[in-house]
């Protein structure tokens, strides 16, 4: 007996805990799937500005950067990118002026003015709109939206820059609408009611209270859109042309990067020849072009994310 008449207490054994081996299975099948994942990145980079580089060697990298003819396949060859690069950023231009308003638009309509039953319907059947094959959406705007453009009194060619744009500008409503109604359907209530306290209208609590506090996430949908209207190749493949030429008139048929690459690849162009290494080259670009507008999203949705408690 211990003092103060308490029994004194045998030590407790102190063991190492059992081993859980389902623990390390599921660990070590997760760090193999990140490990895939780098690995498929690191290939695709291996596989593209290896033969990139080849291409480098025989065309200077300012000859192709500042060049305003695109004639690869003529002789006497040229490889100035740029036409390539207005056509692909004229695309882009006319699809991010449909995507970006009419998709915001729906964001507010689905958070903050349509009753749950409304938005449990309207969400997926916006969103099955994403799901349509891109060659779909290119016969599309080939068969419906340029007829469409020349009966409004506009002097399109068959193949040209503003039915490339409006279709894929179609195709990525969804994608702006619905990242943008998730950022702001993670608004807390609290600033909606102090907005209304305060006499603030519906209108204004959506847009002065509601879409500055998910800005982040609205300029992430953004530059998602972005990227796949840069990145699209079907659609511009069958509607815009592939005429290379420096030429912002959405009316008049252009050629961009991606449809260039799709194009050259399907065709008689020997393996290995200096033709061949332009699909690298301009692949390269393109890779480039979208991992710097990545890291400029991600820098502008850390500066400008709203952290709620």
Known sequence: MAADGVAARAPVALRAPRRRWGEDVVRGALAACALVSVATTVGIVAALFVPAADFFRDVGVVEFLTGTTWAPLFEPASFGVVPLLVGTLSVTLWACLVAMPFGLGAAIYLSEYARPRARRILKPALEVLAGVPTVVLGYFGLTFVTPLLRDLGLDAEIFNALAA??????????TVASLSEDAMAAVPSS???????????????????????????????????????????????????????????????????????????AGDVPTGSLEYKTIF?????????????????????????????
């Open 281 to 309: 080259a301009v692949g390269a670009t393109l890779f480039v072009l979208t991992l710097a507008m990545n890291v400029l999203s991600i820098r502008l949705v850390r500066r400008y994310r709203e952290v709620y408690e």
């Open 191 to 265: 600033l909606r009611a102090g907005a209304f306290g305060l006499g603030a209208s519906k209108l204004q609590v959506s847009t002065r209270v509601v879409v500055p506090a998910a800005i982040s996430g609205i300029v992430a949908s953004y530059v998602l859109a972005i990227s796949r209207a840069v990145g699209e190749t079907m659609i511009v493949l069958l509607v815009a042309g592939q005429q290379p030429r420096i030429d912002w008139n959405p009316l008049h048929a252009i050629e961009t990067m991606t449809a260039f690459v799709a194009a050259t690849g």
């Open 165 to 174: 744009g409006l279709v894929i500008g179609i195709m990525l409503i969804p």
